[in-house]
């Protein structure tokens, strides 16, 4: 289940990295990890192994996105990402490609 993605990805703050989106079970693993020692608890442990568990096959992909997002908002880490307009994100014009190729 390595590609496990998140229906919604998560985006949570990091010190060292601003704002991180975590789109599939593997990004929430390596946030677990990099999470400090000294500042894990139950919460993070019951994260950690809904996130393992599917990335094994042995829970569903929404547990682990669930059982992370929990424990991000309990640390206060979930970061609140508006989400763009479909019109931003939309299909690529297909003559945009041809125009800039016959420009050069």
Same mark, same amino acid.
């Given at each position: 289940m390595?590609? *496990?993605?998140?229906?919604q990805?998560v985006?949570?703050?990091? +010190? &060292?990295y601003?704002v991180?989106k975590?789109?599939?079970?593997m990004?929430?693993?390596e946030?677990?990890?990099?999470w400090?020692v000294?500042?894990?608890?139950l919460?993070? *442990?019951?994260?950690?192994?809904?996130?393992?568990?599917?990335? +094994? &096959?042995r829970?569903?992909?929404?547990a682990?996105?669930?059982?992370?997002?929990?424990?991000?908002?309990?640390?206060?880490?979930i970061?609140?990402?508006?989400?763009?307009?479909?019109?931003?994100?939309g299909?690529?014009?297909?003559?945009a +490609?041809h125009?800039m190729?016959?420009?050069?």
């Amino acid at each position: 289940m390595e590609g *496990a993605t998140f229906k919604q990805p998560v985006f949570v703050r990091d +010190d &060292g990295y601003g704002v991180q989106k975590i789109g599939c079970v593997m990004d929430a693993i390596e946030f677990l990890e990099e999470w400090p020692v000294e500042r894990r608890g139950l919460l993070h *442990a019951a994260a950690s192994d809904a996130c393992y568990s599917a990335y +094994d &096959g042995r829970k569903s992909v929404e547990a682990a996105n669930k059982a992370f997002t929990t424990w991000a908002r309990r640390v206060g880490v979930i970061e609140d990402v508006p989400v763009a307009p479909p019109w931003m994100t939309g299909p690529k014009i297909g003559n945009a +490609d041809h125009l800039m190729e016959s420009d050069g």
